[in-house]
């Protein structure tokens, strides 16, 4: 399954001439969406992380609600924007 994965990521990178971390977005939502059933994949960021913010854009993501502010595991808090991917949600048939 790794190795499948990491094939997607490259093709993704590669087919959209976006960058490696649209390819990683693309890839995470196409597995969630194909494999894990999910039909919406949410992804949030820094309000001030403005690669992040582009490259969710380039995978197609799009600006969703969710928290204006975020605790990080160490007590920070950051100011955040939502993005979410809806894709045709399938059962994995592979073990």
């Known amino acids: 399954m790794i190795a499948e994965l990491q094939q997607t990521v490259a093709k993704y990178a590669h087919a959209l001439n976006e960058g490696l971390g649209a390819g990683l977005f693309l890839a995470g939502a196409e597995f969630a969406h194909g494999h894990a059933g999910l039909p919406t994949v949410r992804a949030g960021t820094a309000t001030a992380n403005l690669a992040c ?9 799009v600006p969703a609600p969710g928290p204006a502010r975020h605790t990080l595991p160490d007590g920070r808090e950051l100011d955040t924007v939502w993005y979410r991917h809806e894709g045709a949600a399938s059962a994995c048939t592979r073990p």
């Open 53 to 61: 913010h582009r490259a969710l854009e380039r995978a197609d993501f």
